[in-house]
């Protein structure tokens, strides 16, 4: 058997990922397919991913060593503490566990083991419990989670507005739904819905929103 090379783990690196460049793999424990974004080590370390739970796919119980994120992008996620429908932010710590189930099916954004050391908050905010403010023209922004110099926040912008990004270097963007495009001395290829971009320079760079966009945005928190 080849021996596994770890996946995009080089985070002093930019990354760009599109939609037409997904490669999905099928989980050996559950009717669940997995597009993995970044990885350490096959089934265990820091990974990040898109997950598709099939109708009626469940997961059996397990633990993760160093905490579990996840945004529910489509769909019902399901486990012993509730449901939670497209829009939810689940943040469990480090040692935490379940045995997660959907039976509709649904998508969802995952990051494993890597939360920070002492970041041992549990969270499950639902769509409507969601606190939004204006940050700049035609964008607000909602903070899911912060700890230390770590922010997770959403970002909702009009078609044509800049996505204005807070100083802080480091960090990586999921485009919920619209598109974005790179503005810049050469034409840059659009980032459709599902595009992830990791870079340690990130909010030196510009975007602009080609239509009405939300963008997931993790800032201060890529771990070596």
Not at 105 to 128: E, I
Request: with cysteine; proline share 8%; aromatic share 6%.
């Amino acid at each position: 058997m080849a021996a596994f090379t770890p996946l995009r783990m080089a985070r002093d690196l930019p990354v760009c990922i599109r939609l037409d460049e997904q490669c999905w793999q099928t989980a050996p424990q559950a009717p669940v397919k997995r597009w993995p974004l970044e990885r350490e080590a096959p089934e265990q370390g820091q990974v990040t991913s898109l997950v598709e739970y099939l109708p009626g796919a469940r997961f059996p119980e397990h633990r993760h060593p160093a905490g579990e994120e996840i945004l529910v992008l489509s769909g019902i996620f399901s486990d012993e503490g509730g449901n939670y429908p497209a829009g939810s932010y689940l943040r469990s710590p480090a040692a935490s566990s379940h045995s997660p189930f959907s039976e509709q099916g649904c998508l969802l954004f995952v990051k494993l083991n890597q939360f920070a050391a002492d970041d041992r908050q549990t969270l499950r905010l639902s769509p409507d419990s969601l606190q939004w403010e204006a940050t700049a023209p035609g964008q607000q922004q909602c903070r899911l989670h912060a700890h230390g110099c770590e922010q997770t926040l959403l970002v909702d912008c009009v078609g044509g507005a800049l996505l204005q990004m807070p100083a802080q270097d480091g960090g990586e963007l999921l485009v919920l739904h619209g598109a974005l495009q790179e503005r810049g001395p050469e034409a840059v290829a659009v980032l459709p819905a599902h595009s992830w971009v990791r870079d340690p320079a990130l909010t030196q760079r510009r975007f602009q929103a080609l239509e009405p966009s939300r963008v997931l945005l993790k800032l201060g928190a890529l771990r070596v």
